[in-house]
């Protein structure tokens, strides 16, 4: 297979990348600097030599905890569950969570083979019951998507007989939207989680 034609479909194995585009990116590439192509395959190198999951949390890091997990400031006493690691960085950003996360490393989805074996499960039981500070609340912070949903179902009927509380993110109608905009999904589930005033 010719250069062009493994870079592309290296490149199309990533997410969201089709063919079309996957060839767009390689041309790019070969049409641009030398320089910037070399530096581009250093950093891939440097990412594939250094980032490794979290062994405590599955966040990806390159010293042997993560961030948040060395950070004696956060709440050791309550975990938040996401599905990959990229969303720990979205939660983050919010500024306003301090305790630590459990990265699961996906969502159940038997369609595409994808079951609890599969997940980083196993570990965040093993954080519940370990050694240390132990968690008052785990907050499943799941999509909301079906997938997401069962996956929070699944995790809720496996810790409730731990003395732990569980917690769901609130779901429903996005800051700055329009009501007429807004699915009925959505609509229900912001109903269902109203507060008083």
Known sequence: ?????????????????????ALRLAYHLVKGARGDTRRLARALE???DRVHPCPR?????????CQVCQDPSRDQEIICVVEEAYEVGAIERAGRYKGLFHVLGGRLSPLDGIGPEKLNIAGLIERLEGAGTPAREVILATNASVEGEATAVYLERLLRTRKVRITRLARGIPVG???EYVDGT?????LAGRREM
């Open 1 to 21: 297979m010719s250069a062009i034609g493994n870079l592309t479909r290296e490149l199309g194995k990533l997410p969201g990348v089709g063919t079309k585009t």
């Open 186 to 190: 959505t609509i229900a589930e912001a």
């Open 177 to 179: 939207s329009d009501l």
């Open 46 to 48: 440097d990412v594939a």
């Open 57 to 65: 949390c599955g966040n990806y890091c390159e010293a042997e905890l």
